[in-house]
């Protein structure tokens, strides 16, 4: 059975303000990310296939997430020739732009199978009324 194509919603354009544009710098590898949300934070999840944890720079700057990473081409044996390489090599590197509201403080990051995951926690936000007592006297 085949969806129906619906019309943006809020989170979508939400989540599409998240990403930056494809990158145009010569040599760069954007690699694929998914991004998901559910009541107190966003999920991002960024393939990195082939690459080491220990080759995976991730930082926040002014709400700007950066993930950066470099997989290098094996290096050639005199066991056999190349006659195709297809598999990417490079800098890989995502860059999100992160809306308001998130928490820089506590964002965690796991890597497994080749593929990061980032939590992306909410801030909590106070209630915009209170009561407030009134002491006598």
Known sequence: MSQAVTKPTTVQELFDTLFD????RSGVIQPPANIAEEAGAFLVEIELPGIEESAIELQVKNRVLSVKAERKLQAP???????????????????LSLPEGIDTETIRASFRNGLLSISLPKLRRQEDCRRININAG
């Open 21 to 24: 544009k494809q990158s145009r």
């Open 77 to 95: 044996s005199d066991k056999f020739r190349w006659h195709r390489v297809e598999t990417a090599s490079g800098l890989y590197e995502r860059v």
